[in-house]
């Protein structure tokens, strides 16, 4: 639930955007994402969220089965780094609070990268009468 609330955010941000600031101008629209490229980070980061929404149903992972569910949903690794980016960009003088977003991504991250580098301990049964 809370990837789609994220994603929910990300569409009221992004029509935001798209209606109150640029009134669906594309020509302002093209001019504003090569002039800001923090534009384009977040919606990459919108992008790669899309994909996640639609396949988040048990529906959606027996389709694809866990191992591709799950490859495919490690996108968000990536989204979130991007949000981040994205964020960091915007802001023009006081950093702290993107500062703050990047440093809760990067720990989160760092310990997904951890368990994933960490063995898994194989447990072997004791032989009867061994000391332990």
């Known amino acids: 639930m809370l990837g789609l609330y994220a994603f929910f955010y990300g569409c009221l941000h992004l029509m935001t955007y798209l209606w109150f600031d640029k009134f669906f101008d594309m020509s302002d629209i093209?001019?504003?994402i090569v002039k800001r490229p923090f534009i384009t980070v977040g919606f990459l980061a919108f992008v790669l969220m899309v994909p996640l929404?639609?396949?988040s149903t048990a529906g959606w992972i027996r389709r694809l089965g866990g191992k591709r569910?799950?490859?495919l949903h490690r996108l968000i690794y990536i989204s979130a780094?991007?949000?981040v980016v994205h964020?960091?960009?915007l802001v023009k003088?006081?950093?702290r609070l993107p500062a703050m977003y990047g440093a809760i991504t990067a720990v989160l991250l760092g310990y997904r990268v951890l368990t994933w580098l960490k063995p898994v301990a194989v447990k072997r049964p004791v032989p009867a009468g061994a000391a332990r």
């Open 93 to 95: 003088s006081d950093i």
């Open 87 to 89: 964020y960091l960009w």
């Open 81 to 83: 780094i991007a949000g």
């Open 53 to 55: 929404a639609i396949t």
């Open 69 to 71: 569910w799950q490859m």
């Open 30 to 32: 093209v001019k504003d």
